[in-house]
């Protein structure tokens, strides 16, 4: 029943003014009477009207009034894909979802007026100006429904207003102004649950990184885990890097993190590198990488440049290594220069020079370490860029460096005096016993010189230069093939008898065979009209060969993650050179075939044979049909 025009007008329940100190702190109804209310008027105080309130929050349904809204807007899109799914050339219509979003907007609106005056505030008047614009989406359906968890919330969502050119999209939080009953300061981000905000995830086996990897908080590991993996990267990264001494390592892990300096990032490469390694510690590689990664731009941002510590070195190496076998091998390549760069700062190339820093009173284990740290970056120097036939950084001609010292002496730091590689390389071919650390290291600078031999010969080919150089240069250095090469052979399988499954020794026999197929692939580039000569490296070639196929089967053994991580590289160049032969002999197709499924195995943790594999994949079409084949 409506009320009466008789009836006087019904009055507000608050009177108009604030309520003075006094009453509020007694949580009484100040009546508002100026200068002194009631209630201070009665207990003979002074009555002193608070005229400061604090800004109010915002109020409760703006969340809901912005939910509503793009409700409304996914209905109008609906109606506007199905009109233009009947009629393509129709207009789609806009008025039902235009209507049921000013409704909403005027009824929050409405809502929000009707509390502001029952406390007793006035609405801004810009308010009850604004006409609601009515949002016709340019995007699709799926962009539209990122809000609800289709779709990362950072990214823009464009929307064209009207009186706006249509062919231009906005950002719809932009705008977020022209909403009557939404503050201008509200950021509908903060209101969107953690769990859609876009992480670094993995896309076709690699990272897809995110472009901020600064670091913000501490990566907490805990202790136990610190303990696991360290461990572990004894266990089977150090087998293939053995750079570290272990009791010195964990005596300077054993100090406080305030005087650890770069050896906290140095632990951190440790355990990214032994999570790889790890299949129980999958689910925290991804993150630690990352942190990692921060961790070292940060540090060497704040590092003095003359004198970098040696576990910066170390950890960028560790970095570089785990790029290469899991992020991709560009990005890991990039890495590597700078580790390289690096160690060129700090001079380790010429530890051993008189009055150097080996005759400094440093003790054996941390001038060890030093040494160990150039020499498996000279060689990871030779490992990538055997891959993409690119120059090698690291010159062999000006090292003043020892070979490392053998394992045990290593690690009980007891000194012992070894050979300067130049003087190894131009002894007598009765080689004294070496480390499988230093084997692979004069296999290692073998395979760099043959792949100098081979970019030598491009360029003179293209010069035309004559082939009495090249037949020079490939005659002397079959003759260090056939010495050093062998020697190390022989002196490594003995050994490899005993240790079926050490990975050193299986990757250093392997690379020595490769070496061979890399010479002979040389020899038929450069030498295509002396058959002589070709013909009698062939069968040289071809038993190389077989002793890789015969290794091969010993990768089972090792396992997944005990196999040093740059084996596919032999694999590659005896897949290549069977490649090239098996449709002139039938006889090398099971070892191509043998070959690809050795890689595709190893592909399962290592991306290096992924890279492997899609180079032979670009040389050969039809490697996917082999594949198949060798599988069934």
Request: aromatic content about 8%; charged content about 20%; some cysteine.
């Amino acid at each position: 029943m409506s009320p009466s025009l008789n009836e006087p007008e019904r009055l507000n329940r608050q009177a108009q003014g604030l309520a003075c100190n006094e009453c509020r702190a007694r949580k009484l109804r100040c009546d508002r009477v100026r200068p002194t209310c009631g209630t201070c008027e009665s207990l003979g105080v002074t009555c002193t009207p608070n005229s400061v309130r604090q800004p109010r929050g915002p109020r409760k349904g703006y969340l809901k009034t912005l939910q509503s809204r793009i409700s409304a807007l996914e209905r109008q899109w609906n109606g506007q894909q199905k009109a233009a799914g009947g009629s393509p050339g129709e207009s789609p219509p806009c008025s039902e979802g235009g209507q049921t979003l000013r409704a909403v907007s005027e009824s929050t609106s409405d809502g929000v007026h009707d509390e502001d005056h029952a406390n007793g505030a006035r609405p801004p008047s810009s308010q009850s100006s604004i006409e609601q614009p009515i949002l016709q989406p340019t995007v699709s359906l799926d962009g539209i429904s990122a809000l609800h968890g289709f779709a990362p919330v950072n990214s823009p969502f464009a929307f064209a207003l009207p009186g706006t050119d249509p062919s231009k999209t906005v950002d719809l939080f932009s705008h977020m102004e022209c909403f009557p009953s939404m503050p201008t300061k509200l950021d509908p981000r903060a209101y969107v649950p953690q769990q859609l905000t876009p992480n670094s995830t993995m896309s076709n086996g690699q990272f897809d990184l995110p472009t901020d990897l600064s670091v913000t908080s501490e990566f907490q590991l805990p202790e136990l885990m610190k303990a696991d993996l360290s461990h572990l990267y004894f266990d089977r990264v150090h087998p293939f890097a053995p750079i570290l001494n272990k009791r010195r390592y964990f005596a300077r892990a054993a100090r406080p993190v305030s005087e650890q300096g770069a050896m906290t990032c140095l632990q951190h490469a440790m355990w990214t590198l032994a999570a790889w390694l790890g299949s129980q510690f999958k689910h925290i590689q991804k993150d630690l990488y990352i942190y990692t990664r921060g961790l070292l731009e940060k540090w060497e941002l704040n590092m003095h440049p003359g004198n970098p510590p040696i576990e910066l070195a170390q950890a960028r190496l560790f970095l570089a290594i785990y790029e290469i076998m899991q992020v991709n091998y560009e990005r890991g390549w990039l890495s590597a220069g700078r580790c390289f760069r690096l160690i060129q700062l700090m001079k380790l190339h010429e530890i051993d020079v008189p009055d150097g820093i080996s005759e400094s009173g440093i003790s054996f284990g941390e001038i060890e370490e030093r040494r160990r740290t150039f020499w498996m970056a000279y060689s990871l120097d030779r490992f990538i860029n055997l891959i993409n036939k690119m120059p090698l950084t690291l010159n062999e001609q000006v090292i003043f460096t020892r070979l490392p010292a053998p394992e045990g002496a290593f690690q009980r730091e007891r000194p012992v005096q070894t050979q300067f590689l130049s003087e190894f390389m131009a002894g007598d071919d009765d080689l004294q016993i070496v480390s499988p650390f230093s084997a692979c290291i004069v296999v290692m600078t073998i395979s760099g010189r043959c792949l100098s031999h081979q970019q030598q010969c491009m360029v003179e080919r293209a010069y035309g230069g004559m082939p009495q150089d090249f037949i020079t240069r490939h005659q002397w250095l079959e003759g260090i093939l056939m010495s050093k090469g062998k020697a190390i052979v022989d002196c490594i399988s003995n050994d490899l008898d005993d240790e079926l499954t050490d990975p050193m020794l299986l990757f250093t026999n392997m690379a020595a065979h490769a070496t061979t197929l890399l010479l002979g692939m040389t020899m038929q580039t450069g030498l295509c009209n002396y058959e002589s000569l070709i013909s009698g490296f062939e069968e040289r070639a071809t038993e190389a060969a077989q002793k890789i196929l015969h290794l091969c089967q010993r990768l089972n053994e090792c396992g997944y993650f005990k196999v040093h991580p740059f084996t596919p590289i032999p694999l590659v160049f005896c897949a290549e050179w069977a490649q090239g032969r098996k449709n002139q002999n039938p006889a090398f197709e099971p070892l191509h075939n043998s070959m690809l499924c050795s890689l595709r195995d190893l592909s399962v943790v290592n991306m290096l044979a992924e890279t492997c594999l899609a180079r032979l994949n670009d040389s050969n079409p039809q490697m996917e049909t082999d594949m198949s084949k060798s599988q069934s």
